[in-house]
């Protein structure tokens, strides 16, 4: 167990904005105004940011490549007493980005390690899927060669909870290839491309037209892109799923949704969140 040392300084972890400048919070700003030094993924794009806010604090590049090297130069100046802020070039750090060999060094040293929350694509794309969200495996990216990844799909082709990846614009359209393979067309999906930026853009629909309405317009595979992909059928799923769709077109003539889904949950047993999905998609 490590004790947090009194005399170090504090490493923060602050989360940036993921497009939209607005999304800094106040207390990110006062943060990175005050520390001896931020450590970013890449200095360069960091120093856009810094010259919006009027920030000058001095950065360190720290990314994939170079993290190993970097860390016993910043925990020494963490160690002497020195605050350190990191940050990746969007989003919540260390969520497929850089710096957990520098949390893990800084706990073990007893630095004081302390968050900043704010943006996460991930928790944005959840937020507006529609899909359940009480239970759900963050994948990151995708293998990019396609062997690779279909043979991470087809790993991840019988997990039950809401399936979250990152995917470039320009691998989009044959990751969801893949995907109507390996989890077959029918299962429900949400693309969600440059969350809070101008051309913000979230569609949802079965797989198999998916892959249809990407083909459509060059803009629709172009961007920052979070996908968000229906768990599994349960074991045995398919005909109790037929059942529950089945009591819901009945209900869903005479109920609001609400209690359609509430009196379909007391019928069946099902859990509120997989009826209330298959309501959505009905309506």
Not at 30 to 35: A, D, K, P, S, Y
Not at 117 to 144: M, Y
Not at 187 to 212: C, F, M, N, P, Y
């Amino acid at each position: 167990m490590c004790t947090v040392s009194n005399e170090s300084g504090t490493l923060f972890v602050v989360a940036t904005p993921i497009g939209n400048l607005g999304d800094l919070s106040p207390r990110a700003v006062h943060t990175l105004r005050e520390v001896a030094l931020v450590a970013a993924e890449d200095t360069r794009h960091t120093r856009r940011l810094f010259d919006h806010f009027g920030i000058g604090t001095p950065m360190v590049s720290v990314h994939e490549h170079n993290e190993g090297a970097r860390v016993a130069q910043l925990l020494a100046r963490l160690e002497r007493g020195e605050s350190v802020a990191l940050v990746s070039d969007a989003g919540t750090p260390l969520i497929s980005d850089p710096g957990y060999r520098l949390v893990r060094a800084a706990r073990k040293a007893g630095v004081r390690i302390s968050p900043l929350p704010g943006p996460s694509a991930l928790i944005a794309a959840l937020s507006v899927s529609g899909l359940p969200t009480d239970r759900f495996a963050f994948e990151g990216f995708l293998p990019a060669k396609a062997g690779q990844r279909l043979g991470r799909l087809q790993s991840l082709a019988a997990e039950p909870r809401t399936l979250v990846f990152y995917e470039t614009g320009r691998r989009i359209e044959a990751c969801v290839h893949d995907m109507v393979q390996t989890f077959g067309a029918t299962r429900q999906a949400v693309v969600a491309r440059e969350l809070t930026k101008l051309h913000e853009e979230i569609h949802g629909d079965e797989l198999g037209r998916l892959v249809s309405w990407l083909g459509e317009v060059a803009d629709r595979r172009r961007g920052e892109i979070v996908l968000v992909v229906a768990g599994a059928p349960e074991a045995g799923g398919d005909a109790n799923e037929e059942r529950v769709r089945e009591m819901l077109r009945v209900l869903l003539k005479a109920l609001p949704t609400r209690r359609a889904v509430q009196a379909v949950c007391e019928l069946t047993g099902e859990s509120r969140n997989r009826v209330y999905r298959l309501a959505l998609e009905l309506e």
